[in-house]
Protein backbone atom coordinates (compact mmCIF):
# COMPACT_ATOMS: atom_id res chain seq x y z
CA UNK A 1 0.00 0.00 0.00
CA UNK A 2 0.80 3.29 -0.55
CA UNK A 3 1.64 5.95 2.50
CA UNK A 4 -1.59 7.84 0.68
CA UNK A 5 -3.89 4.92 1.23
CA UNK A 6 -2.21 3.73 4.36
CA UNK A 7 -3.07 7.37 6.21
CA UNK A 8 -6.68 6.90 4.83
CA UNK A 9 -7.75 3.48 6.88
CA UNK A 10 -9.57 3.60 9.52
CA UNK A 11 -8.23 2.70 12.80
CA UNK A 12 -10.02 -1.04 12.88
CA UNK A 13 -9.17 -1.28 9.47
CA UNK A 14 -5.77 -0.66 10.01
CA UNK A 15 -5.47 -3.00 13.18
CA UNK A 16 -6.90 -5.63 11.01
CA UNK A 17 -4.12 -5.15 8.54
CA UNK A 18 -1.28 -5.40 10.97
CA UNK A 19 -2.90 -8.28 12.58
CA UNK A 20 -3.11 -10.20 9.20
CA UNK A 21 0.49 -9.39 8.15
CA UNK A 22 -0.29 -6.99 5.45
CA UNK A 23 1.22 -3.74 7.29
CA UNK A 24 3.57 -3.26 10.09
CA UNK A 25 3.11 -0.86 13.07
CA UNK A 26 6.08 0.70 11.62
CA UNK A 27 4.72 1.59 8.19
CA UNK A 28 2.09 2.87 9.41
CA UNK A 29 3.26 5.07 11.99
CA UNK A 30 6.08 6.53 9.58
CA UNK A 31 3.54 7.24 7.04
CA UNK A 32 1.70 9.19 9.74
CA UNK A 33 5.00 10.97 11.24
CA UNK A 34 5.64 11.95 7.10
CA UNK A 35 2.19 13.54 6.71
CA UNK A 36 2.72 15.03 10.22
CA UNK A 37 6.16 16.59 9.29
CA UNK A 38 4.60 17.89 5.76
CA UNK A 39 1.43 19.79 7.17
CA UNK A 40 2.20 20.66 11.48
CA UNK A 41 4.02 24.38 10.11
CA UNK A 42 0.33 24.49 7.88
CA UNK A 43 -2.22 23.83 10.81
CA UNK A 44 -0.42 23.00 13.94
CA UNK A 45 -2.41 20.37 15.01
CA UNK A 46 0.54 19.14 17.28
CA UNK A 47 2.26 20.66 19.94
CA UNK A 48 4.69 18.10 20.69
CA UNK A 49 5.53 15.14 18.12
CA UNK A 50 7.17 12.19 19.57
CA UNK A 51 10.25 11.32 18.84
CA UNK A 52 10.22 7.82 20.13
CA UNK A 53 7.14 7.04 17.94
CA UNK A 54 9.19 4.67 16.13
CA UNK A 55 10.50 3.24 18.95
CA UNK A 56 7.00 2.42 20.11
CA UNK A 57 6.16 0.78 16.83
CA UNK A 58 8.64 -1.20 16.62
CA UNK A 59 8.21 -2.33 20.08
CA UNK A 60 4.40 -2.91 19.38
CA UNK A 61 5.82 -5.45 16.08
CA UNK A 62 7.41 -7.40 18.09
CA UNK A 63 4.02 -7.28 21.44
CA UNK A 64 1.90 -8.60 18.15
CA UNK A 65 4.18 -11.35 17.31
CA UNK A 66 5.14 -12.90 20.44
CA UNK A 67 1.54 -12.43 21.32
CA UNK A 68 1.69 -9.33 23.87
CA UNK A 69 -0.45 -7.12 22.30
CA UNK A 70 -4.06 -9.28 20.74
CA UNK A 71 -6.59 -6.38 20.91
CA UNK A 72 -7.61 -5.09 17.42
CA UNK A 73 -5.74 -1.63 17.92
CA UNK A 74 -2.74 -3.44 18.59
CA UNK A 75 -0.12 -1.25 16.26
CA UNK A 76 -2.38 1.75 15.61
CA UNK A 77 -0.99 5.33 16.14
CA UNK A 78 -3.27 7.78 18.07
CA UNK A 79 -3.11 11.33 19.25
CA UNK A 80 -3.18 12.21 22.56
CA UNK A 81 -4.72 16.14 23.65
CA UNK A 82 -2.00 17.71 25.20
CA UNK A 83 -3.85 18.28 29.01
CA UNK A 84 -3.93 14.46 29.58
CA UNK A 85 -0.97 13.44 31.24
CA UNK A 86 1.83 11.22 29.53
CA UNK A 87 4.78 10.22 31.68
CA UNK A 88 8.55 11.41 30.42
CA UNK A 89 6.43 13.87 27.60
CA UNK A 90 5.56 17.16 28.04
CA UNK A 91 1.99 18.16 28.67
CA UNK A 92 1.34 21.74 28.23
CA UNK A 93 -2.54 22.31 28.51
CA UNK A 94 -1.30 24.95 25.81
CA UNK A 95 -0.03 27.15 28.53
CA UNK A 96 2.41 29.08 29.55
CA UNK A 97 1.94 28.34 33.04
CA UNK A 98 2.82 24.32 31.88
CA UNK A 99 4.83 25.33 29.15
CA UNK A 100 7.71 22.91 30.32
CA UNK A 101 6.05 19.76 32.58
CA UNK A 102 6.84 16.14 32.35
CA UNK A 103 4.48 14.37 34.00
CA UNK A 104 5.88 11.69 36.11
CA UNK A 105 3.07 9.07 35.55
CA UNK A 106 0.20 8.30 33.17
CA UNK A 107 -3.43 9.01 33.26
CA UNK A 108 -5.08 5.98 33.31
CA UNK A 109 -6.42 6.34 29.62
CA UNK A 110 -2.65 6.71 28.46
CA UNK A 111 -1.73 3.10 30.29
CA UNK A 112 -4.52 1.79 28.41
CA UNK A 113 -3.97 3.01 25.56
CA UNK A 114 -0.47 1.41 25.98
CA UNK A 115 -1.42 -1.99 27.39
CA UNK A 116 -3.45 -2.25 24.34
CA UNK A 117 0.05 -1.54 22.18
CA UNK A 118 -0.85 1.82 20.90
CA UNK A 119 1.35 3.98 19.43
CA UNK A 120 1.67 8.02 20.27
CA UNK A 121 2.29 9.84 17.53
CA UNK A 122 2.65 13.12 19.60
CA UNK A 123 0.31 15.45 21.60
CA UNK A 124 -2.45 17.96 20.12
CA UNK A 125 -3.02 21.55 20.07
CA UNK A 126 -6.04 22.86 22.46
CA UNK A 127 -7.01 26.28 24.23
CA UNK A 128 -5.18 26.87 27.01
CA UNK A 129 -6.80 24.86 29.52
CA UNK A 130 -9.54 23.54 27.24
CA UNK A 131 -11.37 26.87 27.59
CA UNK A 132 -12.33 28.23 24.48
CA UNK A 133 -14.06 26.83 21.13
CA UNK A 134 -11.38 27.55 18.62
CA UNK A 135 -8.23 26.29 19.45
CA UNK A 136 -6.97 30.18 19.28
CA UNK A 137 -6.15 30.84 22.65
CA UNK A 138 -3.47 28.55 23.27
CA UNK A 139 0.27 29.80 23.67
CA UNK A 140 1.34 27.85 21.41
CA UNK A 141 -0.55 29.61 18.42
CA UNK A 142 -4.07 28.86 16.54
CA UNK A 143 -4.37 25.33 15.03
CA UNK A 144 -5.98 25.74 11.37
CA UNK A 145 -8.98 24.01 9.76
CA UNK A 146 -7.90 22.09 7.23
CA UNK A 147 -11.71 22.62 5.06
CA UNK A 148 -10.98 26.21 5.22
CA UNK A 149 -8.26 29.06 4.40
CA UNK A 150 -8.40 30.83 8.10
CA UNK A 151 -11.13 29.19 9.45
CA UNK A 152 -10.79 27.82 12.90
CA UNK A 153 -11.05 23.78 13.88
CA UNK A 154 -13.13 24.35 17.23
CA UNK A 155 -12.51 23.87 20.50
CA UNK A 156 -11.00 23.19 22.49
CA UNK A 157 -9.45 19.92 21.19
CA UNK A 158 -9.30 21.44 17.72
CA UNK A 159 -5.73 19.58 17.50
CA UNK A 160 -7.50 16.61 17.72
CA UNK A 161 -10.31 16.92 15.09
CA UNK A 162 -7.99 18.78 12.62
CA UNK A 163 -5.61 16.05 13.23
CA UNK A 164 -8.07 13.07 12.38
CA UNK A 165 -9.47 15.48 9.31
CA UNK A 166 -6.06 16.16 7.53
CA UNK A 167 -4.71 12.47 8.05
CA UNK A 168 -2.28 14.10 10.88
CA UNK A 169 -3.55 10.51 12.82
CA UNK A 170 -6.29 8.09 12.52
CA UNK A 171 -7.75 8.62 15.76
CA UNK A 172 -6.90 10.81 18.48
CA UNK A 173 -8.25 11.67 22.18
CA UNK A 174 -9.76 14.85 23.55
CA UNK A 175 -11.41 16.39 26.24
CA UNK A 176 -14.83 17.70 26.71
CA UNK A 177 -15.95 19.88 29.42
CA UNK A 178 -18.89 21.85 27.20
CA UNK A 179 -18.78 20.83 23.78
CA UNK A 180 -14.96 20.40 23.76
CA UNK A 181 -15.18 16.93 21.54
CA UNK A 182 -18.32 17.28 19.78
CA UNK A 183 -17.87 21.06 18.38
CA UNK A 184 -14.41 20.49 17.01
CA UNK A 185 -15.55 17.02 15.34
CA UNK A 186 -18.17 19.18 14.03
CA UNK A 187 -16.07 21.97 12.51
CA UNK A 188 -13.66 19.38 11.05
CA UNK A 189 -15.83 17.13 9.61
CA UNK A 190 -14.97 14.23 11.48
CA UNK A 191 -16.64 11.95 14.34
CA UNK A 192 -16.33 12.50 18.22
CA UNK A 193 -18.08 10.96 21.04
CA UNK A 194 -18.61 12.47 24.25
CA UNK A 195 -19.55 9.56 26.61
CA UNK A 196 -21.26 9.41 29.80
CA UNK A 197 -19.66 10.72 32.41
CA UNK A 198 -17.73 8.54 34.89
CA UNK A 199 -17.06 5.61 32.24
CA UNK A 200 -13.97 7.25 31.22
CA UNK A 201 -11.62 7.77 34.02
CA UNK A 202 -10.33 11.30 34.51
CA UNK A 203 -7.04 10.41 36.47
CA UNK A 204 -4.35 12.24 34.88
CA UNK A 205 -6.50 14.45 32.94
CA UNK A 206 -5.35 18.34 34.32
CA UNK A 207 -9.05 19.26 35.37
CA UNK A 208 -10.99 21.55 34.06
CA UNK A 209 -14.07 21.78 35.36
CA UNK A 210 -14.12 18.61 36.98
CA UNK A 211 -17.77 17.49 37.66
CA UNK A 212 -17.95 18.25 33.94
CA UNK A 213 -14.64 17.23 32.23
CA UNK A 214 -14.59 13.97 30.18
CA UNK A 215 -12.54 12.05 27.91
CA UNK A 216 -13.58 10.76 24.70
CA UNK A 217 -12.31 9.77 21.15
CA UNK A 218 -12.67 11.98 17.64
CA UNK A 219 -12.27 10.03 14.67
CA UNK A 220 -13.38 8.40 11.25
CA UNK A 221 -16.38 6.85 12.27
CA UNK A 222 -18.59 4.94 15.04
CA UNK A 223 -16.95 2.01 15.06
CA UNK A 224 -13.67 3.55 15.65
CA UNK A 225 -15.16 5.43 18.56
CA UNK A 226 -16.59 2.03 19.97
CA UNK A 227 -13.05 0.59 19.73
CA UNK A 228 -11.30 3.40 21.37
CA UNK A 229 -14.84 3.70 23.92
CA UNK A 230 -14.14 0.13 24.72
CA UNK A 231 -10.28 0.52 25.68
CA UNK A 232 -10.65 3.35 27.65
CA UNK A 233 -13.72 2.95 29.60
CA UNK A 234 -13.94 1.26 33.06
CA UNK A 235 -14.21 1.34 36.59
CA UNK A 236 -10.74 3.13 38.23
CA UNK A 237 -10.11 3.47 41.83
CA UNK A 238 -8.03 6.73 41.59
CA UNK A 239 -10.77 8.48 39.98
CA UNK A 240 -13.71 8.37 42.68
CA UNK A 241 -16.34 9.57 39.84
CA UNK A 242 -15.82 6.23 38.04
CA UNK A 243 -17.71 4.14 37.23
CA UNK A 244 -18.50 0.51 36.56
CA UNK A 245 -19.41 0.80 32.40
CA UNK A 246 -20.31 -2.48 30.08
CA UNK A 247 -18.51 -2.10 26.99
CA UNK A 248 -20.24 -1.61 23.39
CA UNK A 249 -21.34 -4.28 21.53
CA UNK A 250 -19.30 -3.76 17.83
CA UNK A 251 -21.36 -6.61 15.94
CA UNK A 252 -24.66 -4.79 17.69
CA UNK A 253 -23.42 -1.31 16.46
CA UNK A 254 -22.48 -2.38 12.83
CA UNK A 255 -25.95 -4.42 12.22
CA UNK A 256 -28.01 -1.35 14.21
CA UNK A 257 -31.11 -0.86 12.55
CA UNK A 258 -33.32 2.22 13.39
CA UNK A 259 -36.49 0.68 11.83
CA UNK A 260 -38.69 1.74 14.92
CA UNK A 261 -36.61 4.56 16.69
CA UNK A 262 -38.11 6.77 18.59
CA UNK A 263 -36.51 10.50 17.78
CA UNK A 264 -37.33 13.62 19.26
CA UNK A 265 -36.40 17.19 18.59
CA UNK A 266 -35.92 20.12 21.04
CA UNK A 267 -37.43 22.92 19.24
CA UNK A 268 -35.14 25.20 20.88
CA UNK A 269 -32.32 23.87 19.19
CA UNK A 270 -33.28 24.96 16.39
CA UNK A 271 -34.11 28.86 17.77
CA UNK A 272 -32.89 32.34 16.76
CA UNK A 273 -29.16 32.55 15.76
CA UNK A 274 -29.21 29.22 13.84
CA UNK A 275 -27.43 29.27 10.82
CA UNK A 276 -29.95 27.92 7.70
CA UNK A 277 -27.55 25.91 6.15
CA UNK A 278 -26.53 23.73 9.19
CA UNK A 279 -30.20 23.67 10.10
CA UNK A 280 -30.94 22.36 6.79
CA UNK A 281 -28.47 19.66 6.57
CA UNK A 282 -29.43 18.04 10.05
CA UNK A 283 -32.78 18.60 9.19
CA UNK A 284 -32.11 16.51 6.15
CA UNK A 285 -29.97 14.14 7.79
CA UNK A 286 -33.09 13.26 10.35
CA UNK A 287 -35.16 12.83 7.30
CA UNK A 288 -32.67 10.30 5.92
CA UNK A 289 -33.24 7.95 9.54
CA UNK A 290 -36.89 8.21 9.06
CA UNK A 291 -36.88 6.89 6.21
CA UNK A 292 -34.90 4.26 7.06
CA UNK A 293 -38.14 3.90 9.71
CA UNK A 294 -37.58 5.84 12.37
CA UNK A 295 -40.95 8.26 13.97
CA UNK A 296 -39.53 12.03 14.31
CA UNK A 297 -41.46 14.40 16.96
CA UNK A 298 -40.45 17.72 17.53
CA UNK A 299 -41.24 18.89 21.69
CA UNK A 300 -40.49 21.99 23.19
CA UNK A 301 -37.40 22.55 25.59
CA UNK A 302 -37.36 25.94 27.15
CA UNK A 303 -34.79 25.13 29.28
CA UNK A 304 -32.14 25.60 26.40
CA UNK A 305 -32.87 29.32 27.11
CA UNK A 306 -30.90 28.63 30.60
CA UNK A 307 -27.84 26.76 29.10
CA UNK A 308 -25.07 29.19 28.53
CA UNK A 309 -25.29 30.64 31.93
CA UNK A 310 -25.82 27.61 33.65
CA UNK A 311 -22.61 26.24 32.00
CA UNK A 312 -20.26 29.24 32.45
CA UNK A 313 -21.54 29.85 36.05
CA UNK A 314 -20.44 26.21 37.26
CA UNK A 315 -17.51 25.51 34.64
CA UNK A 316 -16.20 28.77 36.03
CA UNK A 317 -16.49 27.90 39.76
CA UNK A 318 -14.67 25.18 39.12
CA UNK A 319 -12.31 26.20 37.03
CA UNK A 320 -10.95 28.80 39.77
CA UNK A 321 -10.96 26.31 42.61
CA UNK A 322 -8.86 24.01 40.50
CA UNK A 323 -6.15 26.28 38.58
CA UNK A 324 -5.77 27.51 42.15
CA UNK A 325 -2.99 25.49 42.68
CA UNK A 326 -1.32 27.07 39.98
CA UNK A 327 1.27 29.46 41.81
CA UNK A 328 4.77 28.89 40.94
CA UNK A 329 5.16 26.98 44.40
CA UNK A 330 3.27 23.96 44.48
CA UNK A 331 2.37 24.01 40.64
CA UNK A 332 3.47 25.98 37.15
CA UNK A 333 5.78 28.29 36.08
CA UNK A 334 7.95 30.35 38.68
CA UNK A 335 9.46 33.54 37.41
CA UNK A 336 12.95 33.47 38.54
CA UNK A 337 14.12 37.27 39.51
CA UNK A 338 11.67 37.68 41.96
CA UNK A 339 12.08 39.83 45.09
CA UNK A 340 9.38 37.91 47.53
CA UNK A 341 6.55 35.28 47.41
CA UNK A 342 3.40 37.77 46.87
CA UNK A 343 5.75 38.98 43.75
CA UNK A 344 5.79 35.19 42.68
CA UNK A 345 2.48 34.60 42.95
CA UNK A 346 1.31 37.84 40.97
CA UNK A 347 4.05 36.99 38.43
CA UNK A 348 3.51 33.41 38.31
CA UNK A 349 -0.22 33.68 37.41
CA UNK A 350 -0.21 37.43 35.47
CA UNK A 351 2.54 35.86 33.21
CA UNK A 352 1.59 32.16 33.25
CA UNK A 353 -1.94 31.98 32.32
CA UNK A 354 -3.46 33.83 29.23
CA UNK A 355 -6.50 36.04 28.98
CA UNK A 356 -9.71 33.67 28.53
CA UNK A 357 -8.20 31.57 31.71
CA UNK A 358 -7.80 34.86 33.58
CA UNK A 359 -11.70 35.84 32.62
CA UNK A 360 -12.40 32.80 33.48
CA UNK A 361 -11.03 32.69 36.89
CA UNK A 362 -12.07 36.15 37.53
CA UNK A 363 -15.67 35.17 36.59
CA UNK A 364 -15.74 31.74 38.77
CA UNK A 365 -14.33 34.01 42.04
CA UNK A 366 -16.92 36.61 41.58
CA UNK A 367 -19.97 33.59 41.39
CA UNK A 368 -18.51 32.05 44.70
CA UNK A 369 -17.96 35.00 46.52
CA UNK A 370 -20.37 35.37 49.98
CA UNK A 371 -22.13 38.76 48.41
CA UNK A 372 -23.07 36.42 44.71
CA UNK A 373 -23.10 32.92 45.82
CA UNK A 374 -26.73 32.25 46.06
CA UNK A 375 -27.63 34.47 42.95
CA UNK A 376 -25.31 32.47 40.66
CA UNK A 377 -23.66 29.57 41.85
CA UNK A 378 -27.01 28.42 43.90
CA UNK A 379 -28.76 29.14 40.78
CA UNK A 380 -27.42 27.17 38.31
CA UNK A 381 -27.55 24.46 40.57
CA UNK A 382 -31.25 24.70 40.56
CA UNK A 383 -31.14 24.91 36.79
CA UNK A 384 -29.15 22.15 36.60
CA UNK A 385 -31.63 20.08 38.68
CA UNK A 386 -34.23 21.65 36.02
CA UNK A 387 -31.89 20.32 32.64
CA UNK A 388 -31.74 16.85 34.40
CA UNK A 389 -35.90 16.90 34.25
CA UNK A 390 -36.52 18.01 30.87
CA UNK A 391 -33.85 15.18 29.57
CA UNK A 392 -35.33 12.55 31.92
CA UNK A 393 -38.78 13.51 30.70
CA UNK A 394 -37.57 13.32 27.20
CA UNK A 395 -36.12 10.23 27.37
CA UNK A 396 -39.19 8.86 28.82
CA UNK A 397 -40.69 9.36 25.25
CA UNK A 398 -37.87 9.02 22.48
CA UNK A 399 -34.87 6.55 22.41
CA UNK A 400 -32.51 9.53 21.43
CA UNK A 401 -32.75 13.69 21.17
CA UNK A 402 -31.10 14.72 17.39
CA UNK A 403 -29.55 18.28 16.80
CA UNK A 404 -26.91 20.38 15.65
CA UNK A 405 -23.50 20.28 17.09
CA UNK A 406 -23.38 23.70 16.89
CA UNK A 407 -25.20 26.86 15.41
CA UNK A 408 -22.88 27.53 13.10
CA UNK A 409 -20.02 25.99 10.85
CA UNK A 410 -16.20 26.62 11.43
CA UNK A 411 -15.65 30.66 12.06
CA UNK A 412 -13.24 32.45 10.33
CA UNK A 413 -9.45 32.86 12.47
CA UNK A 414 -9.91 36.07 14.63
CA UNK A 415 -13.65 36.70 15.11
CA UNK A 416 -14.66 35.33 18.63
CA UNK A 417 -11.45 36.25 20.39
CA UNK A 418 -12.64 40.13 19.34
CA UNK A 419 -15.85 39.15 21.37
CA UNK A 420 -15.67 35.84 24.03
CA UNK A 421 -19.43 36.49 24.66
CA UNK A 422 -20.02 35.60 20.76
CA UNK A 423 -18.05 32.54 21.57
CA UNK A 424 -20.15 31.46 24.16
CA UNK A 425 -23.15 31.45 22.94
CA UNK A 426 -21.85 28.76 19.98
CA UNK A 427 -21.76 26.24 22.78
CA UNK A 428 -25.72 26.22 23.18
CA UNK A 429 -26.28 23.04 21.46
CA UNK A 430 -23.83 20.94 23.41
CA UNK A 431 -22.96 22.01 27.12
CA UNK A 432 -26.62 20.73 29.01
CA UNK A 433 -25.01 17.22 27.71
CA UNK A 434 -22.12 17.95 30.16
CA UNK A 435 -24.21 19.52 32.89
CA UNK A 436 -26.16 16.45 33.43
CA UNK A 437 -23.59 13.98 32.18
CA UNK A 438 -25.11 12.00 29.99
CA UNK A 439 -23.61 10.55 26.37
CA UNK A 440 -23.45 12.44 22.83
CA UNK A 441 -21.90 11.94 19.45
CA UNK A 442 -21.10 15.04 16.58
CA UNK A 443 -21.74 13.08 13.18
CA UNK A 444 -20.58 14.90 10.32
CA UNK A 445 -24.14 15.31 7.91
CA UNK A 446 -23.37 17.52 5.19
CA UNK A 447 -21.80 20.99 4.23
CA UNK A 448 -23.02 24.64 4.23
CA UNK A 449 -22.94 26.78 1.33
CA UNK A 450 -19.26 27.26 1.63
CA UNK A 451 -18.46 23.81 1.45
CA UNK A 452 -17.56 23.87 5.58
CA UNK A 453 -18.49 20.46 7.56
CA UNK A 454 -21.85 20.44 9.31
CA UNK A 455 -22.21 18.29 12.43
CA UNK A 456 -25.38 16.27 13.67
CA UNK A 457 -25.62 15.79 17.70
CA UNK A 458 -27.22 12.33 18.45
CA UNK A 459 -27.85 12.51 22.60
CA UNK A 460 -28.65 9.34 24.66
CA UNK A 461 -29.69 8.70 28.45
CA UNK A 462 -26.66 7.54 30.67
CA UNK A 463 -24.63 4.61 29.46
CA UNK A 464 -26.53 4.55 25.74
CA UNK A 465 -23.47 4.94 24.07
CA UNK A 466 -24.15 1.57 22.04
CA UNK A 467 -27.22 3.00 20.55
CA UNK A 468 -25.82 6.06 19.79
CA UNK A 469 -22.87 4.88 18.15
CA UNK A 470 -25.19 2.21 16.32
CA UNK A 471 -27.17 5.34 15.05
CA UNK A 472 -24.31 6.89 13.63
CA UNK A 473 -22.99 3.67 12.40
CA UNK A 474 -26.30 3.35 10.37
CA UNK A 475 -26.05 6.92 9.04
CA UNK A 476 -22.29 6.20 7.93
CA UNK A 477 -23.25 3.36 5.95
CA UNK A 478 -25.51 5.20 4.27
CA UNK A 479 -23.30 8.18 3.35
CA UNK A 480 -19.53 9.55 2.97
CA UNK A 481 -19.78 13.18 4.90
CA UNK A 482 -17.49 11.11 7.48
CA UNK A 483 -14.96 9.95 5.13
CA UNK A 484 -14.53 12.92 2.85
CA UNK A 485 -11.26 15.42 3.14
CA UNK A 486 -10.75 19.06 2.23
CA UNK A 487 -7.90 17.89 -0.85
N1 LIG B 1 -16.31 25.90 24.62
C1 LIG B 1 -16.59 25.56 25.96
C2 LIG B 1 -15.80 26.45 26.88
O1 LIG B 1 -15.16 27.31 26.39
C3 LIG B 1 -16.29 24.12 26.21
C4 LIG B 1 -14.89 23.82 26.48
C5 LIG B 1 -14.63 22.37 26.76
O2 LIG B 1 -15.49 21.53 26.55
N2 LIG B 1 -13.45 22.10 27.28
O3 LIG B 1 -15.83 26.33 28.05
Redesign the pocket.
Known amino acids: MTNEEIIKLSALKAGKKIKAGELTSVEITKAYLDKIAADNSKYNCYITVCDDALDQAKEADEGIKSGKYIGPLAGVPIAIKDNICTKGLKTTCASNMLGNFVPPYDATVIKKIKAEGMVILGKTNM?EF????TTETSAFGATYNPWGENRVPG??SGGSAAAVACDNAPISLG??????IR?PASFCGVTGLKPTYGTVSRYGLVA?ASSLDQIGPIGRDALDLAAVFNLICGLDPKDQSSTETTQVDLEKIANFDVNGLKIGIPEQYFGEGMDKDVKDQVMAAIEALKAKGATVETFPMPIVDYAIPTYYII?CAEACSNLSRYDGIKYGYAPEDVEDLSELYIRSRSEGFGMEVKRRIMLGNFVLSSGYYDAYYNKALQAKALIKDAFDKAFEKYDVVIGPVAPTTALKAGESLSDPLKMYLG?ICTVLINIIGIPAISVPCGFDSQGLPVGMQLIGQKYSEETLLGIAAAYQKDTDYHMRRSN
Open positions: DAMGSGSSDTGGSQFAD
